[in-house]
């Protein structure tokens, strides 16, 4: 068996399908808060420096400035998995939220994820295909706003 087919094996990653109580979920928030309040009050150098200093708080556990984007089970988070499967970047990617509990999406993801995307909606079921759009619109927020990202995170 392949790296990339253990990898994409839902039971290669114990404790992550079967044997829960509550029903796990998979949550993207999408940093959404500035400082200050006009953008004009933000100098262009200075919009990186803004936004990290806002997005470093989710590493000691701190949220108020990240927004839940969208959400889904890990059952459907299964599913989307597989609708990405023909591309191995995003398919890898995503699937490293339920290999380590946390992942990013910065600007540098963009274009896999964007492409992966568009590939797959034609023939996604209903529920992956609403999914998927999310993740879309958010993909193109941060296209137009680089220092903006998401974090996804699993919950259960």
Same mark, same amino acid.
């Given at each position: 068996?392949?790296?990339?087919a253990? $990898? @994409?094996?839902?039971? !290669?990653?114990?404790?992550?399908?079967?044997?829960?109580?509550a029903?796990?979920?998979?949550?993207?928030?999408?940093?959404?808060a500035?400082?200050?309040?006009r /953008?004009?009050?933000?100098?262009?150098?200075? /919009?990186?420096?803004?936004?990290?200093?806002?997005?470093?708080?989710?590493?000691?556990?701190?949220? #108020?400035?990240? /927004?839940p $984007?969208?959400?889904?089970?890990? @059952?459907?988070?299964?599913?989307?998995?597989? +609708?990405?499967? #023909? !591309?191995?970047?995003a398919? =890898?990617?995503? !699937?490293?939220?339920? =290999?380590?509990?946390?992942?990013?999406?910065?600007?540098?993801?963009? =274009?896999?994820?964007m @492409? @992966?995307?568009e590939? +797959?909606?034609?023939?996604?079921?209903?529920?992956? $295909?609403?999914?998927? #759009?999310?993740?879309?619109? $958010?993909?193109?927020?941060? =296209?137009?706003?680089?220092?903006?990202?998401?974090?996804?995170?699993?919950?259960?």
């Open positions: 068996m392949s790296t990339l253990q $990898a @994409a094996d839902p039971g !290669s990653i114990p404790g992550l399908r079967a044997g829960r109580d029903t796990p979920e998979v949550v993207f928030y999408q940093l959404n500035k400082v200050l309040e /953008k004009e009050d933000i100098p262009e150098d200075a /919009k990186q420096v803004v936004y990290y200093s806002l997005a470093i708080g989710h590493h000691i556990g701190v949220f #108020d400035c990240f /927004k $984007a969208f959400r889904c089970t890990t @059952a459907v988070f299964d599913r989307v998995l597989d +609708a990405l499967k #023909d !591309s191995e970047e398919h =890898r990617k995503l !699937s490293g939220l339920l =290999r380590f509990g946390e992942i990013t999406v910065d600007s540098t993801h963009i =274009r896999p994820l @492409a @992966a995307v590939a +797959a909606l034609p023939t996604a079921p209903p529920d992956v $295909a609403a999914w998927l #759009d999310r993740l879309r619109t $958010a993909l193109d927020a941060i =296209r137009r706003e680089p220092a903006i990202y998401l974090m996804g995170r699993r919950l259960s």
